[in-house]
Structure formats: structure tokens, C-alpha cells
């Protein structure tokens, strides 16, 4: 079977990644599978309040992730929502890892995440930019985090799901069987998982094999964030 | 082109170096042998110990540096001092650098007013400073600007060469301070005007060769410009 755009199973839609691109962040970043795009902004480390947050031994790691209200085909009212709440918590929990929040006691890192533009797979645009623009932000980190989805479409698993992938219906034995979507994310350097939801039916087997396809397709995106990295503008200047 | 130096950029989880004799300073990490960056930044491979040199991030301030912070509160015992830190500056009024006679301490620093402290010790809650020292004082009229804290070692230069050629070469007094806010006071406006925009041009080419003759000749060339 053939993908919709024509990609192979393994491969990812075309990725932009740039940093820099909001001026009063400490941090910014975007980051783009095809047509999902995340820009993400980091402020801090910076002093926490209300005071009881505090935390006297590490640093509060807040991420908001929220859909701008044009980015989907109908308009999504302004504000968080049951799914946004969702989101904004495991990408908390992606990026802590990664983080050495030890190093700022009773300071907060904040972390905006906006989708601008919608195709699904956005919690992984919106990880992958979050990282970058924490690098960017000089935040003391242990490594970089890359995420991608892989998804059961049929019987195959492919990587990096679009928005038609992900509502694809397969009728099989007079049953439908909806696509499953499966959002990973890597540390990158001790190749570890931070980031693991599953949505749909997949058997055992095919998840492992599922997240070494994530796996691959991760490693391959950290060398993305890597090279965007790199080539920051301050240095050609 | 402009000349660069080939520096070697690095990200949080590259390794530096996986020889044993190296050892493992600011910014880096020792897994085993190897070396690894912390944060995102260039490598000083001047001696053994490796460090990483942030390119971005706030300013981590360290006992005895000297900064220009805002009053932003006032309370019984002393004044807190934003000074861009991940936490506020306090300065206490046996720091103050006055004597306190009066109860009300807004008689001696008002909320909004411009510090010229010193950090006086660094716990993990506060950050104390001081204001004891000869010349540490509040800062009355001039032009403040902001710059990124990682820039400030190379607009200082080598033993202040950098500041002190555009001290000179604009006739102005600057005082940068270690948490990236530079004051400036001249004669009058014009000069303050070229000191800003040569400290900008410093801060935006951190990488570049020479860069003390670059802004030798910028001023020279807009000095010259004025008497045309």
C-alpha cells in the first residue's frame, strides 16, 4: 500500500526547524513535519510565583501547549481545553529529563508551545521545537529530546502521520479498523523514552516494532535539531 | 568576508573529548571517559579542563560581581533588587552604603530607582548585595541599555580594552555590569547615542577577529560623519 503523499514508511514529512524567530523569549524555536507547525518559546530561569510552588530542591518546569485558533479547519475557541491541558502535561513530563532542574531551586522555566498550523503529529512538532528552543535559551540540559509518531495504518507502520493518515478507515473481515497513533519521544543520547501514548488497537508485537521505528526516526531528527543548532546567526554575523 | 575564527559549537548531549586526560569543567558532564556539553555553547580547550561558554541564557550571578539592578520593592529591613538573576537581589540597609536614620526607607532608594551593587554572596534562596564599595552607588540620569550576559566579557575586552576605547573614543562614562546592563553617561545625548550603538555592534559580532579595530574605525567613521 502507498501512502497518501507518496512518502515511504520510514521517512518523515519535510522538516523546517529555525530558532530565534520570537525576539523577546530568553528562547524560541520552530519547528515543522510538513504542515504542523510549532513555535515554542522559553522564559527563565525566573523567579516562581506564588511562593508556594517553590520547590527548594529543583526548578518548576511549566509547558503550555495550545492550538492557535486558525490552525485547524474549523475554528477552536481561544483558551485551553480538556486536550490541551492533556498535551501540555506529557510534554512536561518529555522535557524533564532531559533538564537539569537542580541546578535553579525555587526558579520556574516556562515554556509556550503554539501550533500555528495544524496536521496532526503536533505534540511531536511541539516537543521537538520545545527542545530546541531550551537549547537556545542556554538552560543547562543533559541532551536534547527529538519525537515522532508512528502510526498502524492497515497492517503497516508508518512514521509521521498526517492528518488523512490519522483518519484513514481500513475495512477488514466487515469490521472497521481505525488507524492507531502512537507519539514517541527519545532522549537523545542515552536513548531513552520519555514519551510513550498510545490511541487505538495495536498487539504487543507490533508496538516494539513500532518503537524502533520511532527510535530510528528520532535519531535521524536530532541530528535535524542538532545542525539547526549549529548554524545560529549570531556566529556568521 | 569577515575573518572568523573556526570556533567548534556544541549542543547539550554531544560529546567534547573521550580521551581520559581531559577533565570535565563548567557546562560539561564526565560519562566515563568521555566528555560531554551541557548546555549549548562553544568550547574552551584553552587547558585541560574543558569548559563550555554559553552563547544565550540568563545572567547566574557569583559573589563579587558587580551589576545594575531596579528597585522593585521595599520592606522594614531592606530593599529587594531586580537584577535580572533567576531570583531577586536583596540589599539589606547595613549594606546600603548610608547611614539609615529615618524610618521610612524610601527616603534613601525609592521603588524604580537604578543600583550600582555588588554581590556581596550567593545562597540558594537570596542573593545578597552590597553596596558598601567605593563607587557603588545610585545611579542618576544617563542611558541604560540591555544586553545578553554571555556578551559582557567581550564588551569589557581583554583588561577593559574594548570599554575603554569607546570610553575614550566618545567621551562618555560607562559602567557594564557583569548581569548585561550597560549605563552610560556623557556630556550630552549624541555621545551616549554612539556609545549605545558601538556596545550594539559588539554585542550582535561576539566571533569576530580584531573586533577592537572594527569599532576603533565604526566611531572614527561617525565622528567623522558629525563634523561634515
Known sequence: ??????????????VEARVDVVSRADGSALFAFGNSKAIVSVYGPRQLYPQHLQNPERCLLRCYYDLASFSVPERKRPGPTRRSIEISYVMTKALEPAIKLEAFPNSVIDVYALIIDSDASTRCAAINAAS??????GVPMKELVSAVSVGKLGNELVVDLTKEEEDFKVIKEGEEQKTTDIPIAFLSRSKKISLLQLDGKISAEELFKAIELGKKACLKISKIQERTLKKIKNIKK | MEEEKAREIVVPGETIENRKEFI??????KEGNEIVAERFGVVDRSTKLLKVIPLSGVYIPRKGNTVIGQVIDITFNGWFVDIRAPHLGFLTIAECGKRVIKEDLSEYYKVKDILLAKVKSVKTR???????????KKLDE????????TRVPRIIGRAGSMVNLIKKETNTTIVVGQNGVIWIKGKNVENELLAKKAIELVSEKPFIEGLTEKVKEFLENEKAGWKK
Open chain 1, 1 to 14: 500500500m502507498k501512502r497518501p503523499d507518496g512518502r515511504s514508511n520510514e521517512e518523515f514529512r519535510t
Open chain 1, 132 to 137: 530546541l528552543a531550551l537549547a537556545n535559551a
Open chain 2, 24 to 29: 570535565a569543567g563548567e557546562g560539561t558532564r
Open chain 2, 126 to 136: 537570596s542573593i545578597e548585595l552590597t553596596m558598601k564599595e567605593r563607587g557603588l
Open chain 2, 142 to 149: 544617563g542611558l541604560i541599555i540591555l544586553v545578553n550576559p
